[in-house]
């Protein structure tokens, strides 16, 4: 009910025409990530890596789309989707997640010396990822917006970038087409879209 709240209050505010997206945390949140709330300043944020190698993220429980602040956001965006408003929902790729699991200089390290470790850990969380955006679709979400800020082309490099490209992104797309139909569409920012070009 806050979220629903908030989201339009920011609406009204930004004269937006339709609902912001959430939270980015909610996705390593699911998988066992210990977060820092934030306030009124700051969003909520990783808070203490849970994780020291790509085995101890395997080893984390399979998101469940069904329980904590992941069934609150999918609660809410259907609610607002029965009220009639275009609900947005951002979806947080596996460089993001990974951020709030492991410190990032393990997860590249890791990414540099047990690579099909790490494809493992991509193939683990591309399919939370899916579950949430066939809930997501479930519960009426007109627009995904994929985003992966730790993930980004200028943090990973075009090595690292196009590594990440073909064990991750352009897969996990090629899945994401086949869940879109003509009821919801799903937005890539364009620094995503020319690297998976």
Known sequence: ET?????????E????????????TVEAEAMGAILNYGDANTGPRAKDPICSTSYDVLALPDVDVTKGRMAEVLDACAKMKAEGETVCLEVTGPFTML???????KVFKAYRKDHDGMVKVFEKLGDSL??????????????????????????LGPKFMTQ???????????????IMDDS???LLCPKFTFAVI
């Open 3 to 11: 979220m629903q709240i908030l989201s339009k209050a920011i609406k």
């Open 13 to 24: 505010h930004d004269g937006a025409d339709f609902f912001l997206p959430f939270c980015r």
């Open 130 to 155: 899916l579950a949430y955006i066939e809930a997501g679709k479930k519960a009426g979400v007109d627009v995904f917006i994929f985003s992966d800020s730790a993930g980004a082309p200028e943090l």
């Open 164 to 178: 990440a490209v073909e064990d991750f992104y352009h897969p996990f797309l090629k899945k994401v087409g086949k």
């Open 99 to 105: 951020n709030a699991l492991m410190e990032p200089r």
């Open 184 to 186: 919801c569409i799903f």
